[in-house]
């Protein structure tokens, strides 16, 4: 089942404008970024996050995305405060690894 455009809308709307948090169409669902880094997606109506090191400390359950795909951490959509920190602390972690690759 692909993800509404309502159900986007809605986590969109969670987010401060200066969090700076964007998605891109995928096949059905989306790809959250947050000033421009990966950092999760929308499947199935789930807010999933990729997982990183500092994320864990949150204690999200895991959910796979799609059949094949790496597990991912499932962040409770109703907490927007939780799913702010959880964006925030989830893309610098991107960004980093993403910057120690380029080294």
């Given at each position: 089942m692909a993800?509404?455009?309502?159900?986007?809308?809605?986590?969109?709307?969670?987010?401060?404008?200066?969090?700076?948090?964007?998605a891109r169409a995928m096949m059905g669902e989306y790809c959250l970024y947050r000033q421009g880094v990966l950092f999760g997606g929308l499947y199935d109506g789930r807010v999933l996050v990729k997982i990183t090191e500092n994320n864990a400390q949150f204690g999200m359950p895991?959910?796979?995305?799609y059949n094949g795909a790496k597990p991912m951490?499932?962040?409770?959509?109703d907490d927007r405060e939780l799913m702010r920190e959880v964006a925030r602390?989830?893309?610098e972690d991107m960004a980093r690894v993403k910057s120690k690759k380029k080294n």
């Open positions: 993800t509404s455009k309502e159900f986007l809308n809605f986590v969109l709307e969670s987010f401060d404008p200066s969090d700076g948090v964007t895991t959910a796979i995305p951490y499932f962040v409770d959509a602390v989830t893309s």
